[in-house]
């Protein structure tokens, strides 16, 4: 009986080991001809996105048919100034897309209007079985989604840190912009500088020597498009990133605002960092300042780079193709953003879109394992070619660090970060573009300045 017991036992291992490798290999359980046939009904996936024609996702759409020849995705290209609106207005009348991208700062906002990813997915997948006599098969398999550390596996630190809430993960990226300085390599040439700066001390130095003024103290000719609100793109990223660099707390574990605070760890400093980094930025507009470069009265920082009134502008990997449209004469190049000499770490400020999947969909599975199959690194690739995009993915980081126009963005990306800012970050935006007006309008002093912000932005996020 004894050797009985220990025989049966063995087999129940063996058949137990045998049904956890059928499920981990994403073949799982057999399914019945009528769920297969179920299965297989043909499904139409809507997917909306901004800035991309359909022509970049062509390929990927293409591969993954050949693998499920049942789901069709129609893609949607919108108009950023009516994306949102459109978005929000399309799924509270249930006639919203299966698949949505939404900027990183945007996930809290869309937090219950995302299905989050399902730990599997259960789709058809068809291939050639046989070897003399080939035939066309069918097969439902359950497979196992991306798992969270697969994600901080795969993707760089910025992205678990913007999609993951609690255990659940909202969505996934495609590509990562990171902001960088555009030159005007003539500029430099004329002012005898062979390099762009690297820090913020050699970018002073050099702002100084670029810009021109006439004898009324008009700005002839602009060192750098910085100091300002309105008409500097991104100025609210830009300040981030400096408060950031510096040391700055941005928000606290629950995303309460800290930026105006001083850290345990610099007590003993005169100002708190992110009171520096705003003392900082708006002295490029203070006409008492060495440095006074830019004011309210000039173009758009972009427009200024693009007409040579300013030899550097702080942009993204999307400014590339509006830059050689409207200038393609202009001799000028990217470098990686200047960083706080003698800095500990490197710190860069991420800005880009996630792929997500609307609560609202009937097709959750075939939905997110679209997305994910975008997102691997053999098919991304494709989309990455051909938007000339920056990489998310670790994989295919030195792929692109040789290129001369995506190498610095790839070199910033693993340093790259965002910070919270709860559930309407273009409120945050706005008060951020206020704050900088304040201190340059003279309305308030800096210290005050970046209080009042704290607290409105506190407000925002209580309202939730």
């Excluded at 009528?34 to 390929?59: C, H, Q």
């Excluded at 051909?386 to 040789?402: E, M, S």
Aim: charged share 25%.
């Amino acid at each position: 009986m004894k050797k009985i017991f220990k025989t049966n036992r063995l087999k129940g291992v063996i058949v137990c080991l045998l049904f956890v490798l059928l499920i981990t290999s994403g073949f799982g359980c057999k399914f019945t001809p009528t769920a297969v046939t179920e299965a297989t009904k043909p499904i139409n996936l809507v997917y909306w996105r901004v800035f991309d024609d359909a022509d970049a996702f062509s390929d990927i759409i293409a591969a993954y048919k050949a693998i499920h020849p049942n789901i069709s995705i129609e893609y949607r290209k919108l108009r950023y100034e009516e994306y949102e609106t459109e978005l929000l207005n399309a799924l509270s009348e249930d006639r919203g897309p299966d698949i949505f991208s939404i900027q990183n700062t945007w996930l809290r906002k869309y937090e219950n209007k995302i299905a989050v990813l399902p730990k599997t997915t259960t789709l058809p997948y068809e291939f050639i079985q046989g070897t003399l006599k080939k035939e066309k098969v069918t097969e439902l398999r359950t497979t196992p989604t991306i798992s969270l550390r697969e994600l901080k596996t795969n993707f760089v630190d910025a992205v678990p840190y913007d999609v993951v809430i609690g255990e659940d993960i909202y969505g996934l990226p495609l590509s990562l912009d990171t902001m960088v300085m555009f030159y005007n390599k003539e500029l430099l040439n004329n002012a005898g500088i062979a390099e762009a700066a690297r820090n913020w001390t050699e970018f002073q130095e050099q702002v100084k020597r670029i810009t021109k003024q006439d004898k009324k103290g008009n700005i002839l000719q602009s060192g750098a498009a910085i100091g300002t609100s309105t008409n500097i793109e991104r100025s609210s990223d830009l300040l981030s990133l400096l408060m950031m660099q510096n040391g700055t707390v941005m928000a606290d574990d629950n995303g309460y605002p800290k930026f105006s605070q001083t850290p345990a760890t610099q007590q003993d400093q005169s100002f708190a960092p992110g009171e520096e980094a705003l003392n900082f930025y708006t002295s490029f507009s203070n006409p008492a300042k060495e440095i006074y470069t830019w004011n309210d009265r000039m173009p758009g920082s972009l427009e200024a780079f693009i007409s040579g009134q300013t030899a550097f502008f702080f942009g993204y990997a999307y400014h590339i193709p509006i830059i050689k449209a409207q200038a393609p004469k202009l001799d000028w190049a990217i470098a990686k953003m200047p960083q706080i000499e003698n800095a500990v770490r490197e710190i860069n400020f991420a800005n880009y879109w996630v792929e997500t999947v609307s609560k609202k969909t009937k097709y959750t599975d075939a939905a997110w394992d679209f997305v994910q199959f975008a997102a691997k690194a053999e098919n991304d690739i494709k989309y990455l070619e051909k938007t000339k995009k920056p990489t998310a993915l670790r994989a295919l980081i030195a792929r692109q660090l040789d290129d001369l126009e995506l190498g610095p963005f790839a070199a910033e990306v693993l340093t790259a970060r965002s910070w919270y800012r709860g559930q309407d970050a273009l409120a945050v935006e706005s008060i951020f573009r206020e704050m900088i007006d304040n201190v340059v309008q003279g309305k308030t002093l800096s210290n005050e300045a970046i209080r009042i912000a704290s607290s409105k932005v506190d407000q925002t996020i209580n309202k939730q």
